[in-house]
């Protein structure tokens, strides 16, 4: 169902032929309304997309009426030609549904630098096989068609008193924050003005899809798209609808760590008694970008001198020789000396906890990473993306 | 010869039992003067290990008669016992050589939170098995016993008219700036005093082993010690010490990327046309630390979207659409968009060099670097270090 769970939205998923594949590879998501109200949030990377640049256009009057989304080409420095290829596809999608091109977004993922003409047209064809096939129950076909690298789809649903929200994802390598390599729809019949959603969409994906990093590497095409039709005719309370939101993109948030490329291990790295939330990001954000951590996690070893190397790395505020940390629940370390055996940690479950103890404030934040792996290796070094 | 190439100095290694190997572990390096002025420079990390701790103090005063170092545990997160443990070690080395134990460095590398009576207990024996070795002809046994997972020794000399600079390094991963995780002891019989030595020091390591980033990781325990004996009776200009020493630290640098644990290539990122010389480091060691570049590269894909995905994620000033990228020698993207053809770039031999043009200005830097590969995650997750 996913994005086709809230009333006032169809959706279809279509085989264009831009996977060598042949699975399906454009998506269509259609908010019937009555309201058009959405919210995005885009890659903070400099390095933008051309589906990136239009969208961004798009979303600045808070209204949209439908999204498009292709896999099989990134259409990333591609220059004029790729601009003018996300227009027409925008356009395409326009005609073909009776909307305005600028109420139209665009997603693309895959390669970065290809969008030639066959691309174009493929696109373009695969606009008309979508728009013929939108259903109120093609959710689940839109969150086939947006994969790359995934190994399934990631779909997400919360059903609340009369109103509900749902979601599909892509994404599994170059996850890092601002945002992670994915593609995110979220729908919702609430009715709520794209301002509060705006709102609610980055308080959600502030402590979400911003925490997971999975490889420390940004993508050029991110982007989190909320669309709220209104059909429930329910307006929640703010409080109420980014809770259920942030809720969403956490689960969304959690299958993209657990399908990232060639994990073997889910770690959260939980950061307590930090002086600032900001610290505690900094201090996991670093320990999840430390490749000999990474490393050692995938070879089971509780290497917790890996751990306080990359913690020293930081500016947060701590006393480098009183930090305690814990894996898995074993102490390894208590104000920087090893404590209790190393031996006792089992790192033989796919999920990993690092509880990182600062002692300085109350301040808290986990950053949700993956190891570094062979799998990892062989897939970004036989794959072209 | 390496470090007894000037003259003025002794050296020796010596095997203690660190190692489970049974290979020398124990390295020591006298200055025999008339002078004892000495420079260092320490790893930037806040989790420092004790003989970084202890080696900041005597480094203090420019006056330094010897340095010790062990491979086989990095004394670091041992607490109280580990800094005694330095402090002994110190105190043994004045001792045996008749100096105060306030002028005797002390660096270690190995296994963080490895620091027992046992490890305490074998060290002070290699100080004694070292300081009965000691030979001006010692260079390379010292340079040997500092090893950890190098696949050989580095030591590089430079002659000049009457006077010579002579160094040994280790260092195969956790290769980061400030610096990399490394040991270096250069020593020549220069006759300069200690501020000179220490600003040409820096000058030196800021432009070489500062641009060293082989995976990101910074290290507890790095140290980087100029010793000058003054027995060549020669006081060399500071530009031409300052020249001679860069080259030394250049050589060195350069061997140490090419022994990085796991590595196929060599990587060198040169970024030029920037506005600054902290743009033109700053893109560079993006570029340095992005797993999915490094990957491509172990896999010969010359990938320039990773390249400026990497690129877009600095603060460094540019066009994001009017940059050029060329991949040992084939410019495969002019101001962002595809140029010539992929197909065209070898990346068989182990050299890369990757060309980031940012067309703003007129500084430039270059960062070396290695590709993440099957054998780098092998040896970090099976190899506890």
């Given amino acids: 169902m996913s994005v086709t769970k ?36 885009f890659t903070s990377n400099r390095a933008k997309a051309n589906p990136i640049l239009w969208s961004e256009q798009v979303i600045s009057d808070g209204t949209v009426s439908a999204i498009v989304l292709n896999s099989g080409g990134a259409n990333c420095y591609t220059g004029a030609f790729g601009f003018q290829t996300t ?5 395409a999608v326009g005609e073909a549904l009776g909307v305005s091109s600028g109420d139209v977004l665009v997603c693309s993922t895959g390669l970065i630098g290809s969008g030639d003409q066959v691309f ?61 390599t994915m593609l995110v729809v979220i729908t919702t019949d609430a009715d709520l003005p794209s301002a509060t959603l705006d709102a609610a969409l980055r308080a959600a994906t502030r402590v979400t899809f911003d925490r997971l990093d999975s490889d420390g590497c940004m993508s050029t095409n991110d982007q989190v798209t909320l669309l709220a039709s209104g059909a429930s005719g329910i307006t929640p309370s703010v409080d109420d609808f980014t809770f ?45 970008r430390n490749n000999l951590f990474k490393a050692a996690v995938f070879g089971k070893d509780p290497n917790w001198g890996r751990v ?6 930081t500016r947060a505020e701590f006393d480098p020789y009183d930090i305690d940390v814990s894996i898995n629940g074993v102490r390894v370390c208590r104000s920087g000396e090893p404590d209790e055996p190393r031996e006792l940690v089992d ?21 949700w ?17």
Wanted: glycine residues 10%.
């Fill in 308 to 313: 306080l190397a990359a913690v020293g790395t």
């Fill in 244 to 288: 259920a939101l942030t809720a969403i993109c956490r689960d969304l948030a959690l299958q993209l760590q657990g399908d990232a490329e060639g994990s073997d291990h889910d770690i959260a790295i939980e950061t307590i008694n930090a002086a600032s939330e900001d610290d505690a990001v900094e201090v996991g954000r670093a320990v999840a």
């Fill in 6 to 41: 809230a009333k006032g939205f169809e959706a279809a998923g279509f085989a264009a032929g831009l996977k060598s594949s042949g699975d399906r590879d454009v998506a269509l998501v259609v908010n019937r309304g009555p309201s058009q109200a959405a919210a995005a949030v």
């Fill in 347 to 367: 790192l033989n479950p796919r999920a990993v906890h690092v509880l990182i103890d600062l002692k300085v404030g109350a301040a808290g934040a986990t950053i």
């Fill in 120 to 180: 174009r047209d493929k696109v373009l064809a695969g606009v008309a096989g979508t728009a013929s096939r939108l259903s109120p129950h093609g959710g689940s076909d839109a969150a086939h068609a947006i994969l790359t690298t995934d190994s399934h789809a990631k779909e997400a649903v919360v059903d609340r008193d009369g109103w509900s929200i749902g979601a599909m994802a892509k994404g599994a390598g170059m996850l890092a924050p601002g945002l992670a």
């Fill in 369 to 385: 990473t993956n190891d570094l792996t062979h799998d990892y290796v062989h897939e970004n070094s036989a794959y072209s993306s």
């Fill in 87 to 91: 227009h027409a596809t925008a356009e």
